[in-house]
């Protein structure tokens, strides 16, 4: 049997490429958050006790409650914005997850993605594989800096999604005003 491929000119993550090139020459890896410390004892022990207490079973898809009350709390606390736990947070396994579930959600055949380029490398193949089609808003070194006027002139009937990863992955750039 032969497998295709929804996506066949997708290679290499760079990521993947850059974790290779690190330990092939024996730098320090940037591309990647690899951790380099030991497990704290208290997440260990804290583990073990909700292991004990039988809270290992599938979480509803939405997240468990009580995290999502937890979550709620420190959005209240931190950024003084009231969000609803039951209809406005889903707490997913990581972010690529979550990029790929809510362009799933929201991209159709036709649509339009607005994407600041360079990016992390999940957005095109998500909006790819469900129909949609990139449009790139390059951004260039030094100052990675965004021509709003250029990304209200992609700005049509078909835009359904603006992606705008703050601070930009891989550029490192932080954004502090729109």
Same mark, same amino acid.
């Given at each position: 049997m032969t497998l295709d491929s929804k996506l066949p000119a997708v290679g290499t993550t760079i +990521?993947?490429? =850059?974790?290779? @090139? $690190?330990?092939?020459?024996g730098a320090l890896n940037l591309s990647q958050g690899f %951790? &380099?410390?030991?497990? &704290? %004892?208290? @997440?260990?022990?804290?583990v073990e006790r909700y292991l004990g207490a039988g809270t290992n079973q599938y979480a509803p898809m939405t997240g468990v409650a009580v995290l999502r009350e937890r979550i709620q709390e420190k959005f209240q606390r931190v950024h003084g914005l009231l969000v609803d736990a039951?209809?406005?947070?889903?707490?997913?396994?990581? !972010?690529?997850?979550?990029? +790929?579930?809510t362009i799933a959600a929201l #991209?159709?055949?036709?649509d339009e993605v607005i994407n600041f380029? %360079?990016?992390?490398?999940?957005?095109? %193949?998500?909006?790819?594989? +469900? !129909?949609? $089609? =990139?449009m790139p808003v390059r951004l260039v070194a030094p100052e990675f800096a965004v021509d709003w006027d250029y990304v209200k002139s992609? #700005?049509? @009937?078909r835009t359904r999604l603006i992606i705008l990863n703050n601070p930009n992955n891989p550029a490192c750039?932080?954004?502090r005003r729109f």
């Open positions: +990521f993947s490429v =850059m974790s290779a @090139l $690190a330990a092939e020459h %951790p &380099d410390y030991a497990v &704290d %004892p208290k @997440l260990i022990g804290l039951e209809q406005e947070i889903t707490v997913t396994a990581g !972010g690529t997850e979550a990029i +790929f579930t #991209i159709r055949p036709g380029e %360079p990016a992390y490398d999940c957005y095109a %193949p998500a909006v790819t594989l +469900f !129909g949609g $089609a =990139m992609l #700005i049509t @009937l750039r932080v954004y």
